[in-house]
């Protein structure tokens, strides 16, 4: 039986995010001093979904949960642009 698989050019799949936006996640968690549980409580998620974000296979999805991250990370005095 023949395996179909993407091609690779397809690109990330739908929801999966590039490295530099879980590194956004990452530094401001960091920044903030907290562990990914108290994160998760502080961003409204569960900690699955912060490990997940942070290991680059998912993207924060509700208008809710970019929207704790964007207060959390001017909290923290971070961008979610790039770099600190």
């Not at 968690?29 to 680059?56: H, I, P, Y």
Request: glycine content about 10%; some cysteine; charged content about 25%.
């Amino acid at each position: 039986m023949e395996q179909k698989t993407k091609p690779k050019s397809a690109g990330r799949p739908l929801g999966v995010r590039s490295s530099r936006s879980s590194d956004a996640v990452s530094r401001v968690r960091a920044a903030l001093g907290m562990t990914q549980e108290e994160f998760a409580r502080e961003l409204g998620c569960s900690l699955s979904n912060v490990a997940k974000m942070e290991g680059d296979s998912r993207t924060p999805g509700t208008v809710a949960l970019k929207t704790n991250l964007a207060k959390l990370a001017k909290r923290a005095g971070v961008s979610l642009e790039g770099g600190s």
